[in-house]
T-cell receptor, first 114, second 112 residues
Framework: NAGVMQNPRHLVRRRGQEARLRCSPMKGHSHVYWYRQLPEEGLKFMVYLQKENIIDESGMPKERFSAEFPKEGPSILRIQQVVRGDSAAYFC????????????FGQGTRLTVV | GESVGLHLPTLSVQEGDNSIINCAYSNSASDYFIWYKQESGKGPQFIIDIRSNMDKRQGQRVTVLLNKTVKHLSLQIAATQPGDSAVYFCADAGDSWGKLQFGAGTQVVVTP
């Protein structure tokens, strides 16, 4: 049973470009969570999704950021018109049900905006 | 706003000694806490969790203590090994075990 898979592991974008980060949850998991980690800081919650639904996006910036988790395929975190401040590690976690005692994290995507 | 934070940013421990990492939280309604270990370039790895109806929980070489009176929890690592070198985060699940509130982290450095 593969773990949470995130790709790409590293992503470099120029200012103004779009970044698309992918997360494939563990098999059987239908709940996905995205977190952002700035250097030497803790993870900050961004968004919680179930299949085809956004449950909680209270941590998402109001502009340029969006997330989806379609019926088929991975969850996508999309950042439009990236700025240098978007440079961070973005982690995805999945769980089989809400209020699971343990969410499994992927290895993250490290976004660098140049 | 509510937050979870750590007392010590860096902890240097001699191999074989015990490590203690502390964490303070501010949300008195929090009922579930998790400790994660994050090695360089990797995602957080679950270590141990504890619910608010407990004050102590033990795992393999790790013990988590919860003091609800002062809103403090700690992670104790017995016989620290080089492989324990990492950043350790406490996280507060609040009322949603998926939406976690992380502290800033403590870097543990194990010296020979």
């Amino acid at each position: 049973n593969a773990g949470v898979m995130q790709n790409p592991r590293h992503l470099v974008r120029r200012r103004g470009q779009e970044a698309r980060l992918r997360c494939s949850p563990m098999k059987g998991h239908s709940h996905v969570y995205w977190y952002r980690q700035l250097p030497e800081e803790g993870l900050k919650f961004m968004v919680y999704l179930q299949k085809e639904n956004i449950i909680d996006e209270s941590g998402m910036p109001k502009e340029r950021f969006s997330a989806e988790f379609p019926k088929e395929g991975p969850s996508i975190l999309r950042i439009q018109q990236v700025v240098r401040g978007d440079s961070a590690a973005y982690f995805c976690a999945s769980s089989p049900k809400e209020q699971n005692t343990e969410a499994f994290f992927g290895q993250g995507t490290r976004l660098t905006v140049v | 706003g509510e937050s979870v934070g750590l007392h010590l940013p860096t902890l240097s421990v001699q191999e074989g000694d015990n490590s203690i990492i502390n964490c303070a939280y501010s949300n008195s309604a929090s009922d579930y806490f998790i400790w994660y270990k994050q090695e360089s370039g990797k995602g957080p790895q679950f270590i141990i969790d504890i619910r608010s109806n407990m004050d102590k929980r033990q795992g393999q070489r790790v013990t988590v203590l919860l003091n609800k009176t002062v809103k403090h929890l700690s992670l104790q690592i017995a016989a620290t090994q080089p492989g324990d070198s990492a950043v350790y985060f406490c996280a507060d699940a609040g009322d949603s075990w998926g939406k976690l509130q992380f502290g800033a982290g403590t870097q543990v450095v194990v010296t020979p």
